[in-house]
């Protein structure tokens, strides 16, 4: 496939949403939070993780689905750092994103190593490029963070922050989202950002 005639399929936030929910339904990995989208990846998906040296540096990213669809590589600096576990939870529930919802475009491209999908991917229109990893992105983002969960945890985020005499989330609600995203970050096992995402794109925030 010449990548300048790449053309995104069209898949909607519903029918993403949908693919997240049911992926997690399905396995006991994905039953109790965090979701344990590590194993999810290697035993219930039966993918290989493997741990590549430098990854990051050599193609900009924490993970990446190869074309045979059976093999997750991740950067092993981050694999092994503790400090890096929520980055690489999402990377990996990002590439489980395109391996559910780009899986025959990936199967059809089969590039032989991390460094040709590279060089595959920054050769694609920007736009392109950009919506394939929107869908990966929510895909992650739904897969890791239930909204029945998110709301539960929310209550309970205000309820701990009102007690402590916090009430007006009207003054700065961006920042009030922000701060309880962090606050609520250790349920999900991802960062804050990712919660504060989520609250804005499930349509929790600003609260009723």
């Known amino acids: 496939m010449d990548p300048k005639q790449f053309r995104a399929p069209y898949i909607g936030k519903d029918r ?3 693919a997240a929910d ?3 339904a399905k396995f006991a990995s994905g039953a109790q939070l965090p979701v344990n989208v590590l ?4 035993f219930d998906l039966g993918l290989e993780i493997v741990p590549a040296d430098n990854l990051r540096e050599r193609c900009d990213t924490e993970a990446i689905l190869l074309g045979d669809l059976q093999t997750i590589l991740v950067d092993k600096r981050s694999f092994t750092n503790p400090k890096q576990e ?6 990996v529930a990002h590439e489980l994103g395109h391996y559910v919802l780009h899986g025959d475009i990936y199967a059809g491209i089969r590039p032989p190593s991390a460094e040709a999908w590279f060089d595959f991917i920054s ?3 920007d736009e392109q490029y950009s919506w394939i990893e929107w869908h990966a992105y929510e895909f992650a983002g739904r897969l890791l963070v239930p909204p029945d969960a998110l709301a539960t945890s929310l209550a309970g985020a205000m309820q701990v922050a009102e007690s402590a005499g916090f009430k007006d989330w009207a ?3 961006d920042m009030a989202r922000d701060f309880l995203g962090g606050y609520m970050a250790k349920v999900f096992n991802v960062s804050g950002e990712v ?3 989520r609250l804005r794109i499930e349509k929790l925030w600003p609260p009723s």
Do not use: C, G, H, T
């Open 86 to 91: 929520y980055r690489l939870r999402f990377s």
């Open 123 to 125: 050769n694609i229109p």
């Open 22 to 24: 049911e992926l997690r």
């Open 195 to 197: 919660v504060s995402k």
């Open 39 to 42: 194993d999810m990846a290697e």
């Open 16 to 18: 993403i949403w949908q």
């Open 171 to 173: 003054k700065d609600p």
